[in-house]
């Protein structure tokens, strides 16, 4: 997986909760993303970082946030977890902007 | 309209036989184009990037662009049973920073 861990890989939490998710990588990319994974609507962008502190929103931003205080981290946030969130959370990273895309194993989190 | 649209399939090929796996975008300025197989409980792995008009080939594998009609297509040649697998056409949007994926077809190669 390209020097990409996720952590936790499996989650199960409850309703109103706050779940952080970690993506680490170790090959000192530049870009990093978030995606969620869900049957019918395929990866969708939830948010991606351009640079330490540098983050922009995707087109499922909603109800998530994201930090980059390293170039190796990047951590995404549900503030208060809702069943709708529950998905395969994937971790991506490229040297460029419109380069090639490596993503992380997963995380599966089941919100309930 | 979807930025990027995939048959969902099922596609079933016999084994050792051509696979063609098609993908269509609707921002005429994607620059950036790449195929993704990922298999069940797994992540994306890439099999190809295309930047220009053309062919590409790698191996048993041939990326084919045509910006004009905004379509992309990925062949597979000698199709393996290890070929099958979900494949994820993905286009890079032209402001940047992002990808575009498809909903993904499904290959499954019969032996």
């Known amino acids: 997986d390209a020097g990409i861990t996720q952590s936790p890989r499996h989650k199960v939490t409850e309703t109103g909760t706050p779940v952080t998710l970690r993506c680490h990588q170790t090959e000192n990319h530049r870009y990093m993303y978030w995606y969620r994974q869900d049957p019918g609507h395929g990866l969708r962008l939830i948010h991606y970082?351009?640079?330490?502190?540098?983050?922009d929103k995707g087109e499922v931003s909603d109800g998530y946030s994201v930090s980059r205080s390293k170039t190796e981290d990047f951590l995404l946030t549900l503030e208060s977890a809702t069943s709708s969130q529950t998905s395969v959370y994937f971790c991506a990273i490229s040297e460029r902007w419109d380069g090639e895309q490596y993503f992380g194993p997963g995380t599966r989190l089941t919100v309930t | 309209q979807k930025e990027v649209e995939q048959n969902s399939g099922p596609l079933s090929v016999p084994e050792g036989a051509i696979a063609s796996l098609n993908c269509t975008y609707s921002d005429r300025g994607s620059q950036s184009f790449f195929w993704y197989r990922q298999y069940s409980g797994k992540s994306p792995e890439l099999i190809m990037s295309i930047y220009s008009n053309g062919d590409k080939e790698d191996g048993r594998f041939t990326a084919q662009l045509n910006k004009a009609s905004q379509y992309v297509s990925l062949l597979i040649r000698d199709s393996q049973p290890s070929d099958s697998a979900t494949y994820l056409c993905?286009?890079?949007?032209?402001?940047?920073?992002?990808?575009?994926f498809g909903t993904g077809t499904s290959l499954t190669v019969i032996p």
């Open positions: 970082s351009y640079g330490v502190k540098d983050t």
């Open positions: 993905a286009v890079g949007a032209n402001t940047g920073n992002q990808f575009y």
